[in-house]
């Protein structure tokens, strides 16, 4: 047993230096010197300051504001300190009263919309953080939008169209517009 | 499922098969102590270890030598984290001050990572430290995983050697695996893994503005921090505005890149490889998967080149691909079928050029549902556990997928290292079986099958079962068991059975909804872990030492050969039988009686 328990000390001290202090540390020399912008949080700046994370999606409930997936994070959506899906499974009733809630809530941003809603517009992201909507799910939006802010809504639909980032190298993945990114460029658009 | 869908499926198996030789080759290289290259660079850097150490490498072990010095070493790590955890509030490396972890949490977290389960019984952001993450969490997906591919290397050589009385020298099985194999794949994994988004920074939680102001019911909590109740007992809140949003970071790459590999699982985020800091594109997913599954399915090629006959590796790999294959149909397929009750409330769940449509509740846009099938299916068959989407959320036949695969003692590719020697004990059954059909005495590899191997493959086949149905029988009994159970009816079933599948079989991923991190469930999942990974590795080392002293039996007209396809369907035959004869009245219990119910309510 003692013939055992040097090397069991010893080496666990020895591999746990080499893989829990010089691994990370030597992880975070050479990405902090490839890839700053993206080790540090892909930070978008406005102006010189961070107005957030082109990974992490934020709270919208503004009509004139393209809204995101919705999120279960307590105790506000989008809280990026402490991610969480709803973890509501199927059958459970409260999922078909959220799910419902949030049908009603863009209905009643946009009247006279019939349109049926993409299923990612009114479920809860498995993050809570999800910057991404569909291309569907925005499209379905840009009525409303363009009404909000008094503009055309072929604009609107172009920007939208613009911002729609397809598979990576055309087969991963899916189809996504970034929520964050597109309410800027909506912001930055001249009426 | 959509054309681009199946294409990626397909993509993501052909891959990871083609990866298998060359990377399998590789690993043989490393543990024959042929040459690779690397061993020139990092020789000097090894031979130091075994000199500070004590170690001599050239000195073979026995299989209860080796069997007590994987012990101990774990049994150290254990103690490790523990202490990490319990002390993290004044250690360095903790910039958002966070405290130390209850013990029972601790105990929880420590068995966890030791047994290279790693069920996340903590929310990660909130809980641990930099410095807990790294240098307790890190160490042991490295080191946790070493030890079981040590362990299966040490039972190959048993198989392969004859008349031999050790099987090897842990020590360094341990270090070689780290070192060269476990090492370098993470550093590049990493980077790479960086350079899609995920975070490795060392400074506190990031601070934004947020476009748009919100406004939100915020919890009212006395200056102590408890929750302050109106008349109805109910929490009270009061409107506030939502101006900016904290970003939790940390030096994630680095982590997430051996949770991968090491098939360890357990994420830097509370949401694992849901978070967008955790897996930011659909690359990063891609090469997350790829990594969750590479090892265990090389190491098949491994084990052919160290028997000497490389068809023994492609038979069980081609067991392992046949059954993930079905399954992951089965799991994408119901994932697509979307939920029908939602389907009544007007919802667009078709899949279009537009969008993925389909159940997508608890999963994330940028990988759509054939990535989160993909996922739950591969982490479930190895004992990976990390995800990508909520398994909870999933429609119960797509949730019953990664439960039966857990169930079937994660064989299916498995554990780095325990996957491979958990199948080869099957294969052992399956040789036996076929014995009893013919009156032989059964052989694998040329080493005759006999009472003492026997007995111990039934305990490696019958411990897991035995943890996971009483585990789930006293929980859904006990008041602790029942207190934090979240969704209601059969589902609230599934949710318990799930986790002690999980933690009865080293897996880690669960339906999380299960408030799991409570002084009852610590304590329970805690020593299921314990059991399910060390009295498989015991019995495991036993049947090792017992075939390397064996002669090796010329093959003979009544030999049925291992490397055929009627030895792929026997294996596979014998995997499934045990699998669905133990764990079908339970899973009748759960996800099928929840499928029944959700169609009803259509």
């Given at each position: 047993m003692l013939k055992v328990l040097r090397p069991a000390i010893v080496s666990l001290i020895l591999l746990s230096v080499l893989t829990g202090l010089i691994y990370p540390a030597v992880v975070t020399g050479i990405v902090q010197v490839l890839f700053p912008r993206q080790a540090n949080g892909s930070l978008i700046l406005k102006d010189g300051r961070p107005?957030?994370?082109?990974l992490i999606g934020q709270p919208f409930d503004d009509p004139k504001y393209f809204w995101g997936r919705p999120s279960a994070t307590?105790?506000?959506?989008?809280n990026a300190g402490a991610s969480t899906g709803s973890?509501?499974?199927?059958?459970?009733?409260d999922l078909q009263k959220a799910v419902q809630g949030r049908i009603d809530a863009l209905r009643a941003a946009d009247p006279g919309n019939t349109a049926p809603i993409p299923v990612d517009l009114v479920t809860a992201s498995g993050?809570?953080?999800?910057?991404d909507i569909s291309p569907a799910a925005a499209l379905y939006q840009v009525r409303r939008v363009a009404k909000a802010r008094g503009l055309a809504e072929e604009a609107v639909r172009r920007l939208v169209e613009r911002h729609v980032e397809g598979r990576q190298f055309g087969i991963l993945g899916e189809p996504r517009v970034n929520v964050l990114k597109l309410n800027l460029a909506l912001d930055a658009l001249k009426g | 499922m959509t054309a681009n869908g199946i294409l990626q499926l397909v993509l993501y198996v052909v891959v990871l098969l083609a990866l298998a030789k060359p990377l399998g080759a590789y690993m043989a290289r490393v543990y024959e102590g042929?040459?690779?290259?690397l061993d020139r660079v990092l020789g000097p850097l090894e031979r130091l270890i075994y000199r500070l150490s004590g170690v001599r490498p050239d000195q073979e072990m026995s299989w209860k030598t080796y069997a007590i010095a994987m012990l101990l070493f774990n049994f150290a790590g254990l103690l490790v984290v523990y202490g990490l955890q319990r002390l993290q509030h004044v250690l360095p490396l903790n910039p958002q001050g966070l405290g130390a972890v209850s013990p029972d949490s601790s105990f929880n977290t420590a068995a966890s990572f030791a047994t290279n389960t790693?069920?996340?019984?903590?929310?990660g952001e909130t809980t641990m430290s930099y410095l807990t993450q790294m240098l307790a969490l890190t160490v042991q997906n490295f080191v946790s995983a070493a030890a079981g591919m040590a362990t299966l290397v040490a039972f190959i050589r048993g198989l392969a050697?004859?008349?031999?009385q050790t099987i090897g020298n842990f020590w360094v099985d341990l270090t070689r695996t780290t070192l060269y194999i476990l090492g370098p794949l993470a550093l590049i994994l990493a980077v790479v893994l960086v350079s899609q988004g995920v975070v490795q920074i060392f400074g506190a939680y990031a601070k934004v503005n947020v476009v748009q102001q919100t406004s939100y019911d915020e919890p009212v909590t006395t200056p102590d921090g408890k929750p302050v109740l109106d008349e109805k007992g109910r929490p009270q809140t009061k409107k506030s505005a939502l101006t900016e949003q904290v970003l939790a970071v940390g030096p994630a790459a680095s982590q997430i890149a051996i949770k991968q590999l090491g098939t360890?699982?357990?994420?830097?985020?509370?949401?694992n490889s849901a978070h967008p800091f955790e897996n930011a594109t659909p690359l990063s997913n891609f090469l997350e998967l790829l990594a969750i599954l590479v090892i265990s399915a090389a190491l098949c090629y491994t084990f052919g080149v160290m028997v000497k006959d490389t068809r023994q590796g492609w038979a069980v790999l081609a067991a392992m691909t046949i059954v993930f294959v079905a399954l992951l149909g089965v799991a994408a397929v119901s994932e697509q079928a979307g939920n029908p009750i939602l389907a009544k409330l007007g919802i667009d769940q078709q899949a279009s050029g537009l969008h993925s449509g389909g159940?997508?509740?608890?999963?994330e846009v940028r990988f759509g549902i054939a990535n989160s099938a993909l996922w739950a299916t591969a982490t479930t068959s190895a004992s990976?556990?990390?995800?990508?989407?909520?398994?909870?959320?999933?429609t119960p036949l797509g949730g019953l997928v990664p439960m039966w695969l857990m169930q079937l003692?994660?064989?299916?590719?498995?554990?780095?290292g325990s996957g491979l020697y958990g199948m080869l004990v099957f294969a052992i059954i399956a040789v036996f079986i076929a014995g009893l059909m013919v009156g032989r005495t059964p052989e694998y590899l040329g080493k005759k099958i006999e009472a003492y191997e026997m007995k111990m493959s039934a305990l490696v086949i019958l411990i897991p079962p035995a943890v996971v149905l009483i585990g789930t029988a006293i929980a859904v009994v006990a008041v602790g068991g029942k207190?934090?159970?979240?969704?209601?009816?059969a589902h609230g079933f599934s949710e318990v059975l799930y986790a002690f599948s999980s933690a009865g079989n080293n897996?880690?991923?669960?339906?999380?909804?299960?408030?799991?991190?409570t002084p009852f469930y610590n304590t329970a999942l805690g020593f299921a872990m314990l059991f399910a990974r060390y009295w498989l590795a015991i019995p495991t080392l036993a049947i090792a030492g017992s075939l390397a002293q064996k002669k090796i039996v010329p093959a003979s007209a009544g030999t049925l050969p291992t490397h055929t396809p009627l030895f792929v369907v026997l294996l596979i035959g014998t995997v499934i039988l045990v699998g669905a004869l133990t764990f079908f009245p339970a899973l009748a219990l759960g996800p099928i009686v929840e499928h029944l119910q959700m169609l009803a309510m259509k």
């Open positions: 107005v957030g994370s082109a307590s105790p506000f959506p989008n973890n509501l499974g199927p059958t459970n009733p993050s809570g953080l999800d910057p | 042929r040459p690779f290259g790693n069920w996340q019984g903590y929310g050697r004859r008349s031999a360890n699982g357990g994420g830097f985020f509370n949401v159940n997508m509740e608890g999963k990976n556990g990390s995800v990508n989407s909520m398994h909870d959320s999933f003692g994660e064989v299916i590719y498995g554990g780095v207190a934090t159970i979240f969704n209601p009816g897996n880690g991923s669960a339906f999380a909804g299960l408030g799991a991190n």
